[in-house]
């Protein structure tokens, strides 16, 4: 189901959410484990920037319901990531709005993400953009400055290094607009690699999972950074989710699985915190629970044990190299994280703006015409039947 909101969703749905938030508060249904779980929460520094955060932070993405901030503050969450493209800007609002009535701004570390197209090559045009997007973030969180500000969804060496971006950056620090400057990417390796040297970013958000145990060189490129000074926050961390992609498989994984990948995650001591994707009051509740202690539990070893979760989980690695079997060149990596956030997720406004940012010809709509798909996956991905999928929910 589409989570596009017309006139009276946005002004009805705010009312239910707080109605329901006082009724769940008046029990103990939100009183479990976390709250009563003892041994202080375990804490990092991250990187240069020097804030000390639990190992568990929340990534607002998915999440539209305001009452899950309240109480992911409540259990001892401090950091809120959150995006310009999240709901179209209404997932920032949220957030603002949340902090200003909890008062709590002092208290809690808040990072956005702007982003331009790649088709953006002026800098001064790239910087004016990236500025202008950022301050409409300020508005939408009500907020006269962030912690931390990410150039968004880079994936190459060359967007990574892009004068303009950086230059906004620079200079949105300077004028006090944000306290460190970040660079969020999917392709960990080749833009850490890129960025290290540079030495303009505070902190970079990085997909880290346990699908990626197999890859010594993206681990030794995140720990490198780390040692670099740069603060490192992960994300994907549980690889889609409990949602199954194959319609074919159990739709469900066991509770268990998302500790144990949270944990694996976790268990690298140059990762500062996690941003899963929660949305819901469990399954907040089940990933805060590791942040006391991130010893694996009997059933936890015995799912990560199990070698069959990497080739199900079908977690597209980004490596890109599967553009070389598709006479078209078309951008598989993002088709495949559309599909992630769409089909996994439920996220559809996110699957939309991801696959519109496609360059034409090199998205969905080269693959319309193709009857059979010549890529294929260098580790697990089905990614035929995926394109299928994308097509059959008409994202674009």
Known sequence: MSKEWNRRDFIVKPIVWAGAARMLAGTNLL????????????ERTLGRTGLKLPIVSMGVMNADVPGILRRSY?????????????????????????????GIRDKVVISTKEGIRASTRNPVDAKMRFTDGFEASLKRLQMDHVD?????GVDSADVAKAEGPIEALQTLKKQGKTRFIGISTHNATEVLNAVVPLNVFDVALVTLNYTMAHDAEKLATIEKAAKSGIG???????????????????????????????????????????????STYEHLEQDFIVVRNLAYTDAEKKFLADKTFTAQAEFCQQCGQ???????????????????????YRNVSMARHLLAKSEV????????????????????????????????????
Not at 31 to 42: F, N, P, S
Not at 148 to 152: A, C, F, M, S, V
């Open 232 to 278: 490192i926050v992960a994300m994907k961390t549980q690889a889609g989710g409990t949602v199954r992609p194959d319609a074919k498989l159990p739709k469900e994984l066991p509770p268990e699985s998302q500790t144990a990948l949270l944990k694996w995650v976790l268990n690298h001591d140059f990762i500062t915190t996690a941003i899963p994707g929660f």
């Open 361 to 396: 010809g090199k998205g969905l709509d080269a693959c319309r015409a193709c009857h059979s798909c010549q890529a294929h996956c260098r580790n697990t991905v089905q990614i035929a039947r995926k394109i299928a999928q994308l097509k059959e929910l008409q994202l674009a």
């Open 74 to 102: 409540e259990l001892g969450i401090r950091h809120f990531d959150t995006a310009a493209v999240y709901q179209n800007g209404r997932n920032e609002e949220m957030v603002g709005n949340v902090i200003k009535e909890m």
């Open 322 to 344: 599967c553009r070389e079997d598709c006479p078209k060149r078309v951008d598989i990596p993002a088709l495949m994280r559309s599909h992630m956030y769409a089909v996994q």
């Open 31 to 42: 009183a479990e484990t976390a709250d009563t779980a003892k041994g202080a929460l375990l």
């Open 148 to 152: 931390i500000l990410y150039h968004h």
